[in-house]
């Protein structure tokens, strides 16, 4: 069957050109696009189903690189099949999985798990990424080899830090062997007392900090390994100023890195911890309005290529404790074009570079097809409102988590509808 | 929920008219402690909860007393016996607590925030007794009653606090507090005891201690925490007693008659010596007596209305 969605704006944040016009699709892959003003349709062909956009913003879909579902293990947080829920009313058609579950993806048998639950779910293409090392203990090879054929597509230590810089070499060389590309996040335990950025409000607050200096060793330490083994290196979650800078400096170079930030990491900084509100409790932690500001350039000028939702679900009683004591993180991919969104409307990030970072960046670093709309691509697209003015609720959200900073705030615009592969996986009600 | 509520939580953005009045408040509660009946009817009625988190004997005798001098019944909570050892989570014990309708809950805890955290979610009005590296307000207020009660003012004051400050919520509670009241504020320590960004609180930041003692009207020494060394922020109390620790020849550089203070309980020999500790300029059992009237004023200032209401 072929269907048409009609009476949007299409962004193409491959080009960055924006027109209003329609797209139309066969079998999951886009035939045709074309111009037409607001409100209409185009020459159609017999036989052709309409959606209508609404005059919406019609882009491609979201691809994010990392998000917790939680399965198997933590099922009280969030499982598969609601993370996918929640991915897909955030617009996006794949979402790579953190493989530090319980058990972790370190085999053939917990990828195929989470393939065949993703697929059972049905709303989003769940790409599981796989440890580097066995049961994550940091020192022994996992059956890479195996994995890959499998299907993972990525390999990530969740949020930890190889201690061994020398058994990271040989993972990055042996995961290479395979066509895997690394995921790695940034920050030497040895250099952290505690989870807040080191500053003025730590000094204030009395709370116990992880200092930038603790991720710039990091980043310094997985740049130069990428460099000396080639693989192919994503740098997950860089909050602070000074990593950026050396990212500018090896991507000059030609060392084979890209990297992210998470969506908090645009939105907040370290002011946001001086209420003690263990929902603030992110990692990595929220720092400097500075190095906030010096993010958004790095997304802008593509030194940061992608953003991250960095979905992070825990349950009330993980995070109503102490700020010591609760649990890190929030839920956040529902919320990531909102977020974007207002960033966009306050002027600190253009729309083009906000979507290129949800869109074509993750793509490019996993080699999926799509992220621009032109035809023979993929028909996994996104009509975006801007305009609906909301209040964040947890009845809102398909997330199993009870966990943003964000509760009760209200947002101008978020996702209309999700499109994978020419199926709607989502599509607002009201 | 519990926004009508006063607390003490700590003293950031509390205003020199209200440090003042705690201040004024406590010399009149310390002549209750120096009468020959040391008890005042005054809150009467009121439950006062010593929640107890972290380990500390002083303070949590200091409240006890003073409440017990207000006529306030009083109750004692520690982790170690509680419910929070067989893990409860602080927010349903506290939750415990106030189904039997306490007004008044002093907390001792070792996370920064846990005040504020409690004060969020029940309905009591909370009194901070020290939060992890954050804030221990009476503290700070007793201090500079102290100060007031010596020097007959606190603002102009040269103030030199020496010790680990980056750790200390007595040296951050005593930094919001005097720079309110207009003192002059000295930090000094090695650098490891010395994060960066203090500078930017308005005190001034000294890697010695004879500059920052020099012509200081206090000298305020902090408590060693032995357990942090020989290991990464000092190597021995020999090498700290030498180039930190307050003596004789040190204070010589202080003003004549300057103050010599310390929250307790002392390392003697390690941060202070033994004749320092005991001479004429030191007010050190004086600030103990001090808390009492202090902790006095605090539970009457937010328990005043509840008494008034009942």
């Known amino acids: 069957m072929r269907q048409r969605i009609v009476d949007c704006e299409i962004l193409d944040p491959a080009s960055g050109k924006r027109f209003w016009g329609y797209v139309e699709w066969e079998d999951g892959v886009i035939c045709e696009v074309g111009q037409a003003g607001p409100g209409e349709a185009g020459e159609v062909s017999a036989g052709v189903e309409l959606i209508s956009a609404h005059g919406n913003l019609l882009a491609p879909s979201f691809v994010d690189l990392y998000a917790d579902f939680c399965e198997p ?182 060392v084979p890195v890209t990297a992210s930030v998470a969506i908090h990491n645009l939105i907040l900084n370290d002011t946001s911890t001086l209420g003690y509100d263990p929902m603030f409790k992110i990692w990595p932690p929220a720092r400097s309005e500075e190095d906030r500001k010096l993010l958004l350039e790095a997304v802008i000028d593509g030194t940061i290529d992608t953003i991250v939702s960095d979905h992070s679900p825990k349950a009330t009683e993980d995070k109503e404790l102490e700020f010591d004591l609760a649990a890190t993180g929030a839920l956040s991919i529902e919320l990531v074009f909102p977020l974007l969104n207002k960033l966009v409307l306050a002027e600190e990030l253009d729309l083009v570079s906000a979507i290129r970072a949800v869109t074509v960046g993750p793509r490019r670093f996993l080699g999926i097809a799509g992220g621009e709309i032109a035809k023979g691509q993929p028909a996994d697209l996104v009509v975006l409102d801007r305009n609906t003015d909301w209040e964040l609720d947890y009845f809102e959200l398909r997330s199993r988590g009870r966990n943003t900073p964000f509760l009760g705030q209200r947002f101008v615009g978020r996702t209309y509808l999700t499109i994978n592969r020419g199926r709607v996986t989502f599509r607002r009600d009201g | 929920m519990a926004t009508h509520i006063n607390h003490l939580l700590d003293l950031e953005g509390l205003s020199k008219e209200e440090i003042t009045s705690y201040l004024d408040l406590g010399e009149h509660f310390k002549g209750v402690s120096q009468r020959r009946i040391k008890k005042v009817p005054t809150l009467r009625h009121i439950t006062v909860v010593l929640f107890f988190i972290e380990n500390s004997t002083r303070t949590k005798i200091s409240f006890e007393i003073a409440a017990k001098r207000m006529s306030a019944d009083t109750l004692s909570f520690a982790a170690s016996s509680s419910s929070l050892a067989k893990g409860e989570t602080l927010l349903d014990t506290a939750k415990t607590l106030m189904a039997m309708r306490p007004d008044i809950i002093v907390i001792r805890h070792f996370a920064a925030g846990a005040p504020h955290f409690l004060a969020r979610n029940v309905p009591a009005a909370i009194i901070n007794a020290g939060d992890g590296g954050h804030a221990h307000p009476t503290q700070a207020l007793l201090d500079m009653f102290t100060m007031r009660e010596h020097l007959g003012k606190i603002e102009g004051l040269e103030v030199a606090i020496i010790g680990d400050i980056g750790h200390s919520r007595v040296a951050r509670s005593n930094i919001h507090g005097l720079s309110t009241m207009g003192a002059n504020i000295r930090v000094a320590g090695p650098r490891t005891f010395l994060p960066p960004h203090f500078n930017t609180l308005g005190v001034q930041v000294y890697d010695r201690i004879e500059p920052a003692i020099e012509g ?43 103050l010599v203070m310390h929250p307790g309980p002392l390392n003697r020999g390690v941060e202070i010596t033994p004749d320092i500790a005991d001479c004429n300029n030191s007010v050190i059992l004086e600030q103990v007596e001090n808390g009492v009237a202090i902790r006095m004023a605090v539970l009457y200032q937010l328990g005043k209305h509840l008494v008034e209401e009942a």
Do not use: W
């Open chain 2, 216 to 258: 200081a009207d206090v000298v305020m020494m902090l408590r060693i925490q032995k357990e942090r060394m020989g290991k990464d922020l000092f190597p021995s109390d020999r090498e700290y007693a030498r180039f930190f620790g307050l003596d004789a020849q040190k204070l010589k550089l202080a003003k004549p008659g300057a």
């Open chain 1, 73 to 254: 293990g933590f099922e009280y947080r969030e499982n598969i099949a609601s993370g996918s829920a929640a991915a897909a009313a955030g617009g996006y058609t794949h979402v790579l999985l953190r493989p530090d579950t319980d058990p972790c993806v370190d085999g053939e048998d917990t990828v195929r798990f989470v393939l065949e639950a993703g697929a059972k779910a049905g709303l989003v293409n769940v790409l599981p990424a796989g440890c580097l090392s066995r049961k994550l203990d940091g020192e022994s090879l996992a059956e890479i080899g195996e994995m890959a054929d499998a299907g993972v597509v990525a390999l990530l230590e969740g949020d930890r830090y190889l201690k061994k810089g020398g058994f990271l070499r040989r993972c990055m060389e042996y995961g290479d062997n395979f066509h895997l590309p690394v995921i790695l996040t940034n920050e030497d335990p040895t250099l952290v007392e505690g989870v807040v950025h080191e500053g003025l409000v730590s000094a204030i607050s009395g709370l116990k900090t992880s200092p930038s200096v603790a991720e710039e060793v990091a980043v310094a330490r997985h740049i130069a390994l990428a460099e000396l083994t080639r693989a192919k290196t994503h740098l997950a979650k860089i909050s602070s100023a000074a990593s950026v800078r050396l990212i500018k400096d090896a991507k000059a170079r030609g």
